[in-house]
Nanobody, 123 residues
Framework: QVQLVESGGGLVQAGGSLRLSCVASGGRETTYNRGWFRQAPGKGREFVAAISFSGKVTDYADSVKGRFTISRDNNQNTVYLQMNMLQPEDTAVYYC????????????????WGQGTQVTVSR
């Protein structure tokens, strides 16, 4: 059974930075693509960023391009999301997912989710 544990969320002022971490354990899914999704209050869950197992392929939602960076350390089974220049509209619960599946220009979430970590950006 794959388990994903996120950490690193918190409260930050607009323009600030946070780094989220997602540690995976159990199952071969730890070696698959991994992604970050987020859900703001009253909205559906949306794609944020994804990274292939090798780390050579990364992709981002248009709303975070140039501000967020996804990376991974396979020795630690950990994926990171560095978030810079945070804005109030980035406020959401951020979820780690695997195996995140690429479908053309889009990414579809796989079966495994973490518990989520809250990111709140104040004005």
């Amino acid at each position: 059974q794959v388990q994903l544990v996120e950490s690193g969320g918190g409260l930050v002022q607009a323009g600030g930075s946070l780094r989220l971490s997602c540690v995976a354990s159990g199952g071969r899914e730890t070696t698959y693509n991994r992604g970050w999704f987020r859900q703001a209050p009253g909205k559906g869950r949306e794609f944020v960023a994804a990274i292939s197992f090798s780390g050579k392929v990364t992709d981002y939602a248009d709303s975070v391009k140039g501000r967020f960076t996804i990376s991974r350390d396979n020795n630690q089974n950990t994926v990171y999301l560095q978030m810079n220049m945070l804005q109030p509209e980035d406020t959401a619960v951020y979820y780690c997912n695997t195996p995140t599946i690429r479908q053309g220009s889009n990414w579809r979430p796989g079966d495994y989710w973490g518990q989520g970590t809250q990111v709140t950006v104040s004005r």
